[in-house]
């Protein structure tokens, strides 16, 4: 056992901390479309240098990281205070599910827009009836020549009206049960037949978005993994969902608990037993969330698959951030419940948490199913 | 970054895993606990295998080796519920070894590393483990300084804990104090305790497991059921956290020594809550079954309660948990 970093790491996380050092793109603007654009232009700045994204290979513009050097990536943007790329799922989830399963031309085709940001990606999973059990979406795709001919909707599309691309799952077949119909699709959102409306959240912003699809067309050459082959494919998109991102998760909840603590100090509470008493224990959450997500690195990168602990740390984050901003909101009291105030955002915010990325109730059945070996329930799947 | 052990230390796990699952299977934990007394035996087999001085230094007669490998064998015989007075033992020698003076280190270390004494470590006013036995008793005070008394000089009253697998007692007395600097000794031995606290943790969920797979009702398996499997999801979150802290803190303990009070606190405060939600699930999964005597989930309950107060509750190290951060974020308010 040795948690230290090799010499290679430590050495990668000194550079990443010199370049976003020297790096700043200054403070974020408010209002939705000028903080996104201000994400797009450092996500060209990030392609630039080829960190935009570490962990894919060489030859589409990375840098080949291990899983390791990807979770130092974002823990560094995260302690440099940067935010992430506007592309986020595009480089996350679009372009290692091409990489995996596309052809040669698909991944000439879309694989460098992604890294640039010129476009845009966003994931067409869920709908308003296939949420949990998304094997069960209707979004149906009838062929129509050399072209496929989309009618449904999709909901929770964060980022749709910025996205010129859409990773979409549809239904291609009625006659097989339901997770052999799917086919996954790379669908362009400029067309008629797609429509973006969007969802404001209980922030009051607009995160995501529901797509109204009427007719939309999609090229037979956009079909990703064969026809048939869509739960599949989706499902790669999904294990990449979780992966190097919940380093900048953890570090962002550090930071915001060590802000607690200073704003807590300077009010004088710190001497408060029931408040040191919650501190601590919101403290011992935050290191067993680091722990946990670094002991999940040293399985995968021995043993190639994930082990128990790598199935908890979603849950972990999820479950401590909420508690970190209900415990502001005791601390703080009339400020942050003020509409503005960081904290209030963050009360709000936080609930989306333990359902975004897959509920808490999911990721229970996964863990109990997958890793303690238990019994599935009649019709419940993970 | 390997947190994960090396060969040698997986072995020392497996080791220790097969052997106590046949030395010291619940049978015998029972017998040792209705009978109040340990199995010599397993407890010579232990010291014939070196385990008590495993992490003793060479020159007074131990094996050398690290705090993770201390951490392996003391998980292990945690989840064996081992009857027996390593942990006393070794908590000891490990506040000694850090904090004693040569002299200190010299007259006990090597008995206690050959098995020829044991010994004991707690707080004055709580319960100490196998005190009565022991030949040298390591008590920490109020005001954190830890004191050694040979057994002569303490005053031993030895009580039914309502952990049977372990001899208590309370303990008072003068002693001298350890030489050294006493917080390291006990963060050293708080480890140790973690580690213990973990293997319960560990065993309990697999009895779980085992019985919720195979008890049926309305002709399911209630493991089947979501109000009992994320239960036991639950078990897992609160036995893996526990983990990656107890064992983050083990490495701590040698290889970055300024790390090692957060670091024992933080294994301490997880590993205590975790391992008394756990096993109280446990015996809640069992239903009416896991109340009753007969079966052996309440033995672990029982070590996890008792344990969980050892060397500080989850409160008191969470309470100083949160004294390091505010002298470290707000150090003009701390």
């Known amino acids: ?382 | 970054m390997n947190f994960d052990f090396t060969e040698d230390q997986h072995e020392i796990k497996k080791t220790a895993r097969d052997l106590l699952g046949s030395r010291s299977s619940f049978a015998k934990v029972r017998e040792a606990a209705e009978g109040k007394a340990y199995d010599d035996g397993l407890w010579k087999e232990l010291v014939e295998l070196g385990w008590p001085g495993i992490a003793i230094a060479e020159e007074h007669g131990g094996g050398g080796l690290g705090a993770v490998e201390l951490a392996i064998l003391s998980e292990e015989l945690g989840y064996a519920l081992a009857a027996s007075p390593f942990l006393s033992t070794v908590t000891a020698a490990e506040a000694i070894g850090a904090a004693g003076t040569p002299e200190q280190q010299a007259a006990w270390l090597p008995g206690l590393a050959s098995g020829e004494i044991t010994g004991a470590l707690g707080t004055a006013g709580g319960l100490v483990g196998d005190a009565e036995a022991a030949a040298v008793i390591v008590l920490v005070g109020e005001d954190g300084v830890a004191r050694l008394l040979p057994r002569a000089e303490a005053d031993v009253t030895p009580v039914d804990s309502i952990d049977p697998t372990r001899r208590a007692a309370r303990v008072s007395g003068e002693g001298e104090p350890l030489g050294g600097e006493s917080t390291a000794g006990v963060d050293r031995a708080t480890i140790v305790v973690a580690a213990e606290l973990v293997g319960v943790s560990q065993r309990a969920l697999e009895m779980t497991l085992a019985y919720v797979k195979e008890r049926k009702q309305f002709d399911t398996p209630v493991g089947a059921y979501q109000a009992v499997s994320h239960k036991c999801a639950q078990m897992l979150k609160d036995t893996e956290g526990a983990r990656s802290a107890t064992y983050f803190a083990a490495w701590a303990a040698d290889a970055e020594p300024e790390r090692l009070p957060e670091a024992s606190s933080l294994a301490k405060a997880a590993s205590s809550d975790g391992a008394r939600d756990v096993t109280a699930s446990a015996i809640q999964a069992h239903g009416g079954i896991g109340f009753t005597w007969e079966a052996d989930v309440h033995w672990l309950y029982k070590r996890a309660q008792v344990d969980a107060a050892l060397l500080g509750g989850s409160g008191t190290h969470r309470a100083r948990l949160a004294r390091l951060l505010a002298a470290r974020l707000a150090p003009a308010a701390a």
């Not at chain 1, 966003?122 to 062929?143: H, I, M, N, W, Y």
């Not at chain 1, 006659?175 to 969802?199: A, C, N, S, W």
Request: aromatic share 10%; glycine share 10%; with cysteine.
């Open chain 1, 1 to 382: 056992m040795d948690l230290t970093f090799s010499d290679s790491e430590a050495a990668f996380r000194d550079e990443l901390r010199a370049w976003f050092e020297s790096n700043d793109p200054g403070e974020m603007p408010s209002g939705d479309d000028a903080s996104y654009a201000f994400r797009r232009e450092w996500q060209r700045r990030l392609a630039e240098d080829r960190y935009a994204a570490v962990h894919w290979p060489e030859e589409y513009g990375g840098r080949g990281a291990s899983i390791t050097e990807s979770a130092i990536f974002f823990e560094e943007l995260g302690r440099a205070r940067r935010p992430l790329p506007a592309n986020v799922l595009g480089i996350l989830l679009a372009g290692p599910t091409i990489m995996t399963f596309g052809t040669d031309e698909q991944k000439e085709r879309y694989l460098s827009p992604i890294l640039t940001g010129d476009e845009i990606w966003c994931q067409g999973f869920s709908e308003p009836e296939a949420g949990s059990d998304l094997a069960s979406l209707k979004t149906r795709a009838v062929k129509d020549g050399d072209e496929w001919v989309i009618t449904g909707q999709k909901v929770w599309t964060s980022g749709a009206q910025y996205s010129k691309w859409c990773m979409l799952v549809a239904r291609t077949d009625f006659d097989v049960p339901k997770h052999k119909g799917l086919t996954y699709f790379l669908m362009d959102m400029e067309q008629e037949g797609v429509q973006i409306r969007p969802l404001v959240q209980i922030t009051g912003e607009p995160e995501f978005n529901e797509l109204f699809i009427e007719g939309a067309r999609v090229p037979d050459e956009n079909v990703l993994g064969g026809v048939g082959n869509g739960w599949r494919v989706a499902l790669t998109t999904l294990m990449n969902e979780r992966s190097g991102l919940a380093f900048f998760l953890q570090v962002r909840l550090r930071q915001l608990l060590d802000e607690l603590i200073e704003e807590a100090a300077e009010r004088g509470l710190l001497d408060d037993p029931v408040v040191a008493d919650k501190l601590g224990y919101l403290h011992m959450k935050a290191e067993i969330l680091r722990l946990t997500a670094y002991r999940g690195l040293t399985t995968i990168e021995k043993y190639g698959t994930p082990g128990p602990e790598g199935s908890l740390t979603k849950w972990m984050w999820s479950e401590t951030n909420q508690e970190l901003a209900q415990f502001a909101a005791d601390l703080l009291g009339a400020d942050a419940l003020t509409t503005g105030n960081r904290w209030a955002y963050e009360l709000l915010r936080s609930r989306g948490n333990t359902i975004e990325g897959g509920t808490t109730e999911i990721l229970k059945n996964i863990v109990a199913e997958r890793v303690l070996g238990l019994p599935r329930l009649k019709g419940a799947s993970a």
